[in-house]
């Protein structure tokens, strides 16, 4: 039980799968890959480790690229396919805008730590009607770290003064939200909207 100096003040969100949804698998299926083609292009490319060094900004887009082509080059057509139009991975959720603006207009201040690449960003910004809503944002790329490692939630905390007795993190992946409990804040693990409202509304002292 939360005792009434601790009420929660701060609601951070990731962004894939909580706030919008992120289905690479759909999108190589619109592209019309048969599924051999779609799973070998999941593998060099999403499953990548060079995905998560995007998401990190410590490699270029160029760099990406052919490292994807160089592991698998029999298909280096379908990989320029998917990096060029990867936007369309990313469906805003419909809840995504009045959600937040809801958890505002009760007087939370909403932050956003998401691991994402800056080539992505700069293609998907634009779908994220959220974005004018945050009191802030941490997305990875700008600051070279990634979730679910220690440093990129000391720099949460520093960036944004948080007392993470009174935060709450809601993340889909549970290492992002275990590394987040390790620095004393809530952890929500994400399975909907209606069920995050729920565990929400338990770790809420004002109602």
């Given at each position: 039980m939360l005792r009434k100096t601790d009420c929660i003040d701060t609601i951070v969100f990731d962004v894939g799968n909580v706030l919008v949804d992120w289905d690479y698998m759909g999108y190589l299926e619109g592209l019309g890959f048969s599924s051999e083609v779609r799973e070998a292009v999941a593998n060099v490319v999403f499953r990548n480790p060079v995905w998560n060094s995007l998401d990190r900004g410590t490699i270029s887009l160029e760099e990406a690229v052919a490292d994807c082509i160089r592991n698998a080059p029999e298909y280096e057509r379908e990989i320029r396919t998917v990096f060029d139009g990867c936007e369309d991975c990313i469906h805003l959720f419909p809840y995504a805008v009045d959600w937040v603006r809801s958890l505002k207009e009760r007087g939370y201040r909403v932050l956003i730590l998401s691991?994402?690449?800056?080539?992505?960003?700069?293609?998907?910004?634009?779908?994220?009607?959220?974005?004018?809503?945050?009191?802030?944002?941490?997305?990875?790329?700008?600051?070279?770290?990634?979730?679910?490692?220690?440093d990129i939630y000391r720099k949460l905390i520093e960036l944004f003064q948080l007392a993470p007795e009174r935060t709450v993190f809601i993340d889909d992946r549970k290492e992002n939200v275990d590394a987040a409990a390790a620095f004393g804040i809530h952890p929500i693990q994400f399975f909907g909207y209606e069920d995050a409202k729920a565990q929400l509304r338990k770790l809420d002292c004002s109602i």
């Open positions: 691991n994402y690449s800056e080539f992505l960003f700069e293609k998907t910004r634009d779908r994220m009607d959220f974005l004018p809503l945050m009191d802030g944002t941490l997305f990875s790329f700008r600051y070279k770290m990634v979730k679910p490692e220690p």
